[in-house]
């Protein structure tokens, strides 16, 4: 992946007319931009972004504590063919990645016991696709926003079954066959996640 981004940098920077800065938030949290002009129409981008956030699921037997952490790296292509009205192509580094904790509600999990897992990506480079208004190197303050997607993949879930101190050695090894079948369904609770919606809006300054 490292390679690709020195690729890409490589490529955007050519015949590099003027740059800015940009700050915003949104869906993948707080980040900033560096933009640079190549021809009138079309500029390059790369720029950070991350964010913490919690939220909570439920399957038929667990509920689920998840602590979101993202976290991003972009590089983008800018074509601007109307004004300051643009659609962005490019990559984005995604090192996303959800940790969840679940309580079971009885079932086939033993009294005291927990899960443990973690959600990745299936994707770590990410393609993106989405449009937008302004540029981060036009000169000047100016207000920029992109909407668009990430093509992420199914999120992997990977699970694992603490047993309580007051569950026996047999009962918790029993009990470790029905972790893949909760796996399973938390597989299916996520799939539907394969696409990351992008909606950030900032400020930008150009020199």
Do not use: H
Request: aromatic letters at 12%; charged letters at 15%; proline letters at 5%.
């Amino acid at each position: 992946m490292r390679a690709v981004f020195v690729f890409l940098l490589a490529l955007l920077s050519a015949n590099a007319q003027a740059a800015g800065i940009g700050v915003r938030a949104g869906t993948t949290g707080l980040g900033a931009d560096f933009g640079w002009g190549i021809i009138p129409t079309l500029g390059g981008r790369v720029g950070f972004s991350a964010m913490n956030f919690d939220v909570d699921f439920e399957t038929s037997e667990i509920n689920y504590d998840a602590r979101a952490k993202i976290a991003n790296l972009n590089a983008f292509l800018d074509w601007s063919p109307l004004g300051p009205f643009r659609i962005t192509a490019g990559v984005v580094g995604n090192n996303n990645k959800v940790d969840i904790t679940g309580q079971p509600r009885g079932g086939s999990f033993p009294a005291g016991s927990s899960l443990n897992g973690t959600v990745k990506p299936e994707d770590r480079l990410t393609p993106y696709l989405g449009i937008g208004y302004g540029n981060v190197w036009t000169a000047g303050v100016n207000f920029y926003f992109d909407l668009g997607i990430m093509f992420q993949g199914s999120p992997k879930v990977d699970l694992a079954l603490n047993c309580g101190p007051s569950t026996g050695t047999a009962q918790c090894t029993s009990a470790q066959g029905q972790v893949e079948a909760e796996r399973r369904r938390v597989q299916d609770e996520l799939d539907k996640y394969k696409y990351y919606p992008v909606l950030n809006f900032g400020i930008t300054v150009g020199f």
